[in-house]
C-alpha cells in the first residue's frame, strides 16, 4: 500500500483514537508543548465572543443518496440530507449553532464536519483527529460554537477526498446591522462533479496517486492530437484554454480516465488542474436543466457566491450584467465593479446586481478546462439561451482578490510581524507528491511537526510556491490579510512560482490546518499544522 492510501486509510480508521490524547501537547523531543483543541485556552478565547444568547439548533444527516442532477443525469452519492448543496443554514451573527452531525454513511466510514471561514472555537473546527475523534457510521456528533463574523460560508467533511461528493452546504450568518441595502439574496453554489457518474473520488485519487507514470489511459493511448510538452506541471506561456461551458465530458487534454493535462489557462499562470469532471453544477443542476432564479427588472440582489468545488476554479459571470464585488470569505473589501470574476476552491464572493429585463444565463466557466456550469436568471419573457452560451462579459475585466483592498473596518491595524514563518508550497504530478516545505503532511500525527506560534503576536506566512500550479491556500480558524491593504480571507490563490505574503493576529488559540483546498492536493500532503504554543 503505498503511503497516500495509507494515509486515507489510516484517517477513516481514527474514530477508535481519543481526540484527546491525539491532540495534547507533543511528545517529541525538543518540541514545545501545545495548546490543547479543547483546553482551557480554547475555552477562555470562546468566552471572550459576543454571544446574543440565541442558539440555532440543526440535525445533519450524512447518507447514500441517488441525486437527479437534471436532463435526466442521476447519481449515486453521499449527501446531507439527500441534497446537493444540502440545505442551506442561516442565523445571525452572535448565535450559537448547534448542529447535530448524524453519520449514516455505509459501514465503517467515518466523518466530520469543518465550518469552513468561520473563527470558532478548535474542538468544534472538525479536522478528525486533530481536533476531535472522527465520526463513526452509526454515530452523532453535536458541534456547538458561537458564529460571530457575519458573512458567506459553507461546511463540508475533513476525512479523506468525501467534500468531492455531495457531503457540502452554505452556511450565512447575517449581520443584524447589515449595511448594504438590497431587494433580495441568490445563494449560488459552484461544484465540480464526477461521484457516481464516472466514478468515486477515492478511484480518481487512486488514479492520480499513481503519477503519471500510472496513468490509466483506458483505450491505450488517451494521446491523440496533445503535444508532449503538455504532459505534467508546465507552466509555460501558452494561451488560456477557452472556457466555454458545456453540458459534456470536455473532449481536450491529454488524460487517463480521470486525470486532466493540457488543461491551461493564463488568470491562473499554467495548469489549471489534476481532474478530468463531466460535469459542473450550479446549485446542483448541469447546465442543460439549470437552476433558475427568477426576480423582477430594476431590483438589487446580492448574489452569496461559494467555490465547493474540488479541482476547479471558475470565471464567473452574469450575462448582460456587471457586477459589484461588496465582500470576500465573508469580509467587506471596498466596492469595486467588474464583469466577471476569478474564484478559487473554497473562495466566496458577495456582489450585487441590478437586474435587467429578459432571462439572462449565470455562467461558471470551468478555468482552463473547456466546459462549465450555468444558472438562468429570468426576470421577464424571453428563451433561455443554450446550454453552451459564453457572455462577452468572461471575457471582460475580470476581478481577482489581488485588485481588491480590505473595507477600511476590517483591516489590521498597521503593526509589524513578530513573527515570520516561509510557507513553501513543492512537488509536482509527475510523482503526485504534493506538500509543504517538501515534506507531505500525516495526519495520523498532526501534532509531529507544527509551524508554532503564540496569542496575541502578529504572524506573517510567506506563501512561496515552489510548483508550477496554482494553489488555493486555505487557514483554519481565522482570516488572513492579504498584503498591507488587501482583502481579509481564509483562502488565498498563490499563483505558481511566485509569492504571497500574508498577515493575521494570533487571536484564537488551537491547532489549525492549513492547507491547498484542492482536495487532491491536500490529501496527498500539501497540508500543514499551525499550532500555538501553551
Known sequence: MNSINRRSVLLAGLGAVGAGALAACSNSAGTPGLVSPSGSQVAHAEKKRAGTGRQHRITLTAAPAVLDLGGGIRARTWAFDGRAPGREVRLSAGDTLAAELSNQLPDKTATSIHWHGIALRNDMDGVPP?????????????YRFIADAPGTYFFHPHVGVQLDRALYAPLIVEDPREPLAYDDEWVVVLDDWVDG?????DEVFAELGR?????????GSGMEGHD???MGNTGGDTAAASSSPSSAPSPGGMSGRFMLMGAESDLLGGDAGDVKYPYH????????????YTGKPGKKVRLRIINAG?????????GGHRLTVTHTDGFPVQHQQTDALLIGMGERYDVLVTLGDGVFPLVAAAEGKNTGGLALVRTGSGSAPSATVR???LDGLIMTASQLRSADDVRLKSAPADVTHQIKLTGGMARYNWAINGKPFDMTAPDAAPIVVEEGRRVR???VNDTTMWHPMHLHGHTYQLGDTGPRKDTAIVLPKTKLSVFFDADNPGQWMLHCHNAYHGEAGMMTNIAYRS
Do not use: W
Not at 130 to 142: C, D, K, L
Not at 211 to 219: A, E, F, L, Y
Open 281 to 292: 453544477l450550479v446549485n446542483g443542476r448541469i447546465p442543460a436543466d439549470p437552476d433558475v
Open 197 to 201: 457518474v464516472t466514478g468515486t473520488p
Open 211 to 219: 503519477g503519471m507514470g500510472g496513468m490509466d489511459m483506458g483505450d
Open 310 to 318: 474540488s479541482d476547479t476554479a471558475y470565471r464567473v459571470a452574469l
Open 461 to 463: 506566512l510567506d506563501f
Open 130 to 142: 486533530a481536533t476531535q475523534t472522527a465520526v463513526r457510521a452509526g454515530s452523532n456528533f453535536t
Open 228 to 230: 508532449m510538452h503538455h
Open 391 to 393: 457572455p462577452k462579459e
